[in-house]
């Protein structure tokens, strides 16, 4: 195999480890945040605070010279993906 294309491979490799280490940690605070809405009757999805980490996450991507539609795609799948967590964590609550 050719050394510089195993190099980037290996990068990839070591930064594909740490968004998974990354996410699992967003995911165990995130949790967290479910069942205390679930303690505290709160909903599950905050609309407002959402569009506000989307503002950032675009902001943030922009200034990184990442696209700002793909950052969106990201972080709403993360929080589409959360709200069913907290979903979930308040019907087992129930």
Known sequence: ??????????????????????????????????????????????????QQQIARLRQLASDANLDPEFSEKFLRFIIDEVIRHHEQIREDAS
């Open 1 to 50: 195999m050719d050394e510089k294309l195993k190099q980037y491979r290996e990068s990839i490799n070591n930064i594909d480890a740490a968004l998974v280490f990354m996410l699992a940690e967003r995911f165990k605070v995130t949790k967290a945040v479910g069942e205390y809405k679930a303690e505290n009757n709160l909903p599950p999805a905050d609309p407002s605070r959402e």
